[in-house]
């Protein structure tokens, strides 16, 4: 029977919650400053530099994080397994997040020029690669702190990161003038700051003994690869418009974008702090053969996930127009049109946002990144055709038309591997 640990659970969701609160109000304030002292066509190269970072961010952390969490959570009573599983992650996220830092240094010129046609980003993300190996790290910390359920450790180090990169780059935009290069500079030196003190919170489960970290090394990469795979082309779900925004408009357009993002965001919080909480719980329940209490997990959040999700997104389709007046200028009005196509994905994608993880978590990576890649095509050739035609209005109907497509794909092979008598057997 499905029997909770409520206080335990509610405890849990607090501290998540909290965690992506912080998170997401740190980005908004950061990004209304530097709308309003950079405009749109600053707010737009900072995205673009933002986004190369979060899919560098994606291949240098390899996945690893992801594993972790479903290992350390299923290896709950296993104290030496979980530090093979600790130490073999660590190590791997150093030598990923050290490669795919090389690799971006390198191509900085290439992706600017060429992608972008936009030169000064060259040194922008030259700075941006010299971070990657140490968020890498940190992944693989936060990674391991959510399987050990070990949430308000877990909120503490996303919550003093965001902070801290929130009042160093409004500190050099705002004071110092540095413009979109201090703005880079105020998430590059939080990053590997923070990166490396999070070790602390993980330090008590590593061990030297290299035989048993090479025996769970391979499956935690193997595990890892599909991840990041699967990541990285969710990623390209969400991100692919405004990259191609870049390419085929400008960084002013971007800029526009981004602020309907932005709004985006806040209706995704809530499902995205509640699934920190329900990857760890399904990887458990499933591990035990409780898959009565997997359905339970999954039935229940999505539909109180759904019931909010509508509330909020009816608030941003009402009041958008004002809100982006008064939390932005009226420079950035252009973002309301594309918010409001926008909010009809989203609301129906949020509610499955808040079980997204639980293929992963259930052991069907390979269908995920599967899933994921034709997601991904869809979504980049729906883009490709609209954009050009139809501006911010193509790439958010193409984005919406992603999104729902997504949603359905996923919840039928939720449906599929964990409401069929024989799933064990598949």
């Known amino acids: 029977m499905f029997k909770p640990n409520f206080t335990k659970t509610m405890k849990d969701i607090q501290w998540s919650f909290i965690s992506l609160a912080v998170t997401s109000f740190s980005h908004l304030l950061l990004r209304i400053v530097l709308g309003k002292e950079l405009g749109p066509t600053g707010l737009g190269i900072y995205t673009l530099v933002f986004t190369i970072y979060m899919f560098g961010m994606q291949f240098a952390a390899f996945g690893i994080g992801?594993?972790?969490?479903?290992?350390?959570?299923?290896?709950?009573?296993?104290?030496?397994?979980?530090?093979?599983?600790?130490?073999?992650?660590?190590?791997?996220?150093?030598?990923?997040?050290?490669?795919?830092?090389?690799?971006?240094?390198?191509?900085?010129?290439?992706?600017?020029?060429?992608?972008?046609?936009?030169?000064?980003?060259?040194?922008?993300?030259?700075?941006?690669?010299?971070?990657?190996?140490?968020?890498?790290?940190?992944?693989?910390?936060?990674?391991?702190l959510n399987g050990l359920r070990k949430m308000k450790s877990y909120a503490v180090v996303n919550i003093v990161q965001n902070v801290s990169i929130m009042l160093i780059s409004i500190i050099l935009v705002l004071f110092l003038d540095m413009n979109v290069r201090g703005a880079i500079v105020g998430f590059v030196i939080p990053t590997i700051l923070i990166g490396t003190i999070s070790l602390i919170f993980v330090k008590n489960y590593l061990t030297t003994k290299q035989a048993l970290i090479k025996t769970v090394l391979k499956e935690v990469s193997i595990f890892g690869f599909y991840v990041v795979l699967?990541?990285?082309?969710?990623?390209?779900?969400?991100?692919?418009?405004?990259?191609?925004?870049?390419?085929?408009?400008?960084?002013?357009?971007?800029?526009?974008?981004?602020?309907?993002?932005?709004?985006?965001?806040?209706?995704?919080?809530?499902?995205?702090?509640?699934?920190?909480?329900?990857?760890?719980?399904?990887?458990?329940?499933?591990?035990?053969?409780?898959?009565?209490s997997v359905r339970e997990v999954i039935k229940g959040t999505m539909k109180k996930t759904f019931l909010l999700t509508i509330i909020i997104t009816l608030f941003f389709a009402l009041f958008g127009k004002n809100l982006i007046e008064i939390i932005?200028?009226?420079?950035?009005?252009?973002?309301?049109?594309?918010?409001?196509?926008?909010?009809?994905?989203?609301?129906?994608?949020?509610?499955?946002?808040?079980?997204?993880?639980?293929?992963?978590?259930?052991?069907?990576?390979?269908?995920?990144?599967?899933?994921?890649?034709?997601?991904?095509?869809?979504?980049?050739?729906?883009?490709?055709?609209?954009?050009?035609?139809?501006?911010?209005?193509?790439?958010?109907?193409?984005?919406?038309?992603?999104?729902?497509?997504?949603?359905?794909?996923?919840?039928?092979?939720?449906?599929?591997?964990?409401?069929e008598k024989n799933i064990m057997g598949i």
């Open 230 to 292: 699967a990541n990285s082309i969710g990623i390209i779900n969400t991100q692919i418009d405004s990259i191609l925004i870049g390419h085929f408009m400008n960084s002013t357009d971007v800029g526009y974008y981004a602020v309907a993002v932005i709004f985006m965001s806040g209706i995704t919080l809530l499902p995205q702090a509640t699934q920190r909480v329900t990857t760890a719980a399904i990887a458990k329940y499933y591990a035990e053969n409780d898959l009565e």
């Open 66 to 144: 992801a594993a972790l969490t479903k290992y350390v959570a299923q290896y709950s009573d296993e104290q030496e397994k979980i530090k093979e599983f600790v130490s073999s992650g660590i190590i791997a996220s150093l030598v990923s997040g050290s490669a795919i830092s090389i690799l971006l240094y390198s191509l900085s010129s290439t992706i600017s020029i060429q992608l972008f046609h936009n030169p000064e980003m060259t040194e922008l993300l030259k700075l941006t690669a010299f971070c990657i190996p140490f968020i890498a790290i940190q992944k693989s910390v936060i990674g391991t």
């Open 328 to 419: 932005f200028t009226e420079e950035f009005i252009p973002a309301y049109a594309p918010l409001l196509i926008l909010t009809i994905g989203y609301a129906i994608y949020a509610t499955f946002v808040s079980v997204g993880s639980c293929l992963s978590s259930i052991g069907k990576v390979e269908i995920v990144f599967k899933i994921s890649a034709v997601c991904a095509v869809m979504n980049t050739l729906l883009n490709i055709a609209l954009i050009p035609k139809y501006g911010l209005i193509g790439a958010a109907s193409a984005t919406t038309a992603s999104l729902l497509f997504t949603t359905l794909i996923n919840l039928y092979f939720i449906k599929r591997y964990t409401y």
